[in-house]
T-cell receptor
Framework: RKEVEQDPGPFNVPEGATVAFNCTYS??????FFWYRQDCRKEPKLLMS???SGNEDGRFTAQLNRASQYISLLIRDSKLSDSATYLC?????????????FGPGTRLSVLP | DGGITQSPKYLFRKEGQNVTLSCEQN?????MYWYRQDPGQGLRLIYY???????QKGDIAEGYSVSREKKESFPLTVTSAQKNPTAFYLC????????????FGPGTRLTVL
């Protein structure tokens, strides 16, 4: 089982739609969780950290379910500019000091 | 402005040549990382360093080497032993512990001719 898995995508949605991405992680000791956005041929940029109580930033909502080892990202009222690949990132807090493990990403295309 | 710089943005190399990719950060971060990304794929960790003069292999270290002589700098050398070096290389930094996010440089796109 891979350490971090994401919905395979791609997701093609119309403008204004609501879309949800899922991510699962294998290491139950993981402590920190993030969603990054990566545009084509660019570097990843932090979209939001994911907190235990869940958090919201405008149209974006992130949820964490530790019992199920599951993270989600909800995007409401999708915009054309939301088209990108969304990366789930987990800090496994293991003894190797490798702080961040990236999922393979889920590609989103918002269509006019 | 604080951030991470990588140079060059594009790099072309002939087979059999070593090449060094630069990564500099002025965020005062202790940890630095190198990732490789192939088209349509996720990020794979090559090397990381948590302190000056110390670094650890990641998942795909073969054919690569690094140094960490200064806190601000973490150059990556792609050696001729790397069988398929054409890829997008990303450098990142963070505070120690992983509680805070990673910051990424703009990347170097390496093409072997």
């Amino acid at each position: 089982r891979k350490e971090v898995e994401q919905d395979p995508g791609p997701f093609n949605v119309p403008e204004g739609a609501t879309v949800a991405f899922n991510c699962t992680y294998s290491n139950s000791a993981s402590q920190s969780f993030f969603w990054y956005r990566q545009d084509c041929r660019k570097e990843p940029k932090l979209l939001m950290s994911v907190y235990s109580s869940g958090n919201e930033d405008g149209r974006f909502t992130a949820q964490l379910n530790r019992a199920s080892q599951y993270i989600s990202l909800l995007i409401r009222d999708s915009k054309l500019s939301d088209s990108a690949t969304y990366l789930c990132v987990v800090n496994p807090q293991d003894n190797y000091g490798q702080n961040f493990v990236f999922g393979p990403g889920t590609r989103l295309s918002v269509l006019p | 402005d604080g951030g991470i710089t990588q140079s060059p943005k594009y790099l072309f190399r002939k087979e059999g040549q070593n090449v060094t990719l630069s990564c500099e950060q002025n965020l005062n971060h202790d940890a630095m990382y190198w990732y490789r990304q192939d088209p349509g794929q996720g990020l794979r960790l090559i090397y990381y360093s948590q302190i000056v003069n110390d670094f650890q292999k990641g998942d795909i270290a073969e054919g690569y080497s690094v140094s960490r002589e200064k806190k601000e700098s973490f150059p990556l050398t792609v050696t001729s032993a790397q069988k398929n070096p054409t890829a997008f290389y990303l450098c990142a930094s963070s505070t120690l512990g992983g509680g805070d996010e990673q910051f990424f440089g703009p990347g170097t796109r390496l093409t072997v001719l």
